[in-house]
């Protein structure tokens, strides 16, 4: 069924086909060697994801290219993914090289001046779940030429054309380099985690220096580590923290009780984040089937970890948590906090050596599964409780960074939504002042 678009715009609507060339692509043999690693530009529909194309992963050669359907076309052209179930169907993205695809993406350029080819990026880009509406077929749904060429778009001058291009493009810009700080701050969150949880704070809140200071470190399996830590199991600590580590409830227990959309709420691996616990989905059951459940209540600085699938996920319960159930498919460790830090714990859990030692263990074939056999077998090196907590403060103080940056993006995502909404309808004109 067609959807009606710009039903209210005060610009005149065109078919897509009328004002533009579509060139679907191809794929070269890939049993023949030579057509593959040649010089000529070819792209995979997957890269539509990018959004912006100034490169792309595949070559093929020139043979490869007269033996396929695949088209050089010249830039600036529109991608747009035509196939598939997951993102990239209906996913537009500018073409800013001289590129050829495969038969899953379709390029287009304007062929009249009365279309700015940014422009139509923009129009399409906002039309998305549309352009996925338009879509036909069962199993692997897809667009093809004919339908992109019958839908319509809504053409206001060409010279405001350019100024909505200019203006969304200049949200676009703000979006990316906002993208780029969060990976850039990630990159040193992790990069400072691992410096903590190897090297430590010394009593000036400062990274120890192996280096500099070699008579401060030790030997150990990991590496050179602070000579006042401790390298052990799991286990030995909790034994000397009195700690426990049990399973949650098992299914049938639960299953006999009947979920609820408020009541207590229940934990299950996939509500287990990095570093916190995702409520938007959880399972509930009310207080009084819960209290059938109480040893598996969660208590404050408990951990939590996942016992199949991600095995990464692990976090220490606060005092919002408490109260709630540790579900199926989790792993409840509880001890003594007096020289071991919990936050700390799920830090060194989630570590690349944490997690090192989990893969090399699990058990499973298809589903990796944690036990508390393997938990108690995992080996760290153990700060005094004090540089834990100082440690947990440090990481505490970069994920804020990447919190803050992250709501920021939020709200410049929000704010293109809201100027594509109204901008390429025509609700909100851009003066020619802009």
């Not at 078919?15 to 000529?40: K, R």
């Not at 060194?348 to 090192?356: C, I, K, L, P, T």
Request: charged content about 20%.
């Amino acid at each position: 069924m067609s959807i009606e678009f710009h039903n209210s715009t005060p610009w005149p609507v065109c078919l897509l086909g009328e004002v533009s060339e579509i060139t679907l692509g191809g794929t070269p043999s890939t049993d023949v060697a030579d057509y593959w690693g040649g010089s000529i530009p070819w792209m995979a529909s997957g890269e539509v994801n990018k959004r912006h194309i100034f490169e792309v992963d595949g070559r093929i050669t020139e043979i490869g290219l007269a033996s396929s359907n695949a088209t050089l076309v010249d830039p600036p052209a529109v991608a747009i993914g035509l196939a598939g179930q997951g993102k990239t169907r209906g996913t537009a993205a500018l073409v800013h090289i001289r590129v050829s695809t495969n038969q899953s993406i379709a390029l287009i350029k304007s062929k009249s001046p009365s279309l700015h080819t940014n422009y139509l990026f923009h129009n399409l880009d906002h039309r998305y779940e549309e352009l996925r509406s338009r879509s036909v077929g069962g199993g692997r749904a897809g667009l093809s030429r004919e339908i992109l060429q019958r839908v319509p778009v809504a053409l206001p001058d060409p010279a405001e054309q350019s100024r909505i291009a200019a203006v969304l493009d200049t949200v676009d810009e703000a979006i990316a380099k906002t993208e780029a700080v969060i990976a850039k701050l990630k990159q040193v969150r992790a990069g400072l985690l691992h410096d903590l949880l190897t090297r430590g704070l010394d009593e000036n809140g400062q990274l120890r220096d192996p280096i500099a200071y070699p008579e401060q470190f030790q030997d150990s399996p990991i590496g050179m580590i602070p000579r006042d830590w401790n390298f052990e199991s799991l286990g030995a600590r909790l034994q000397r923290n009195a700690g426990v580590i049990q399973t949650g409830p098992f299914g049938s227990q639960l299953h006999a009780h009947e979920y609820t959309t408020d009541g207590v709420p229940v934990v299950m691996p996939q509500d287990i984040l990095e570093g916190g616990f995702d409520d938007a989905n959880i399972a509930r059951i009310s207080i009084n089937k819960a209290d059938e459940l109480r040893r598996h209540y969660l208590k404050l600085g408990d951990l939590i970890f996942a016992r199949r699938g991600d095995l990464s996920r692990c976090s220490a319960v606060t005092e919002r948590e408490v109260g709630w159930l540790c579900g199926t498919g989790c792993l409840l460790m509880r001890f003594e906090q007096g020289t071991l830090s919990s936050s700390w714990l799920s830090l060194a859990y989630r570590h690349d050596f944490g997690q090192r030692q989990i893969t090399a263990r699990a058990v499973g074939t298809t589903m990796v599964n944690l036990n508390t056999t393997l938990l108690a077998h995992l080996v760290f090196a153990f700060p005094i409780k004090e540089e834990q907590e100082d440690i947990v403060r440090r990481v505490a103080d970069a994920d804020t960074l990447v919190q803050t940056e992250s709501a920021n993006l939020a709200k410049l995502n929000l704010l293109k939504s809201a100027l594509m909404a109204d901008l390429l309808t025509g609700r909100v004109r851009v003066p020619a002042s802009l």
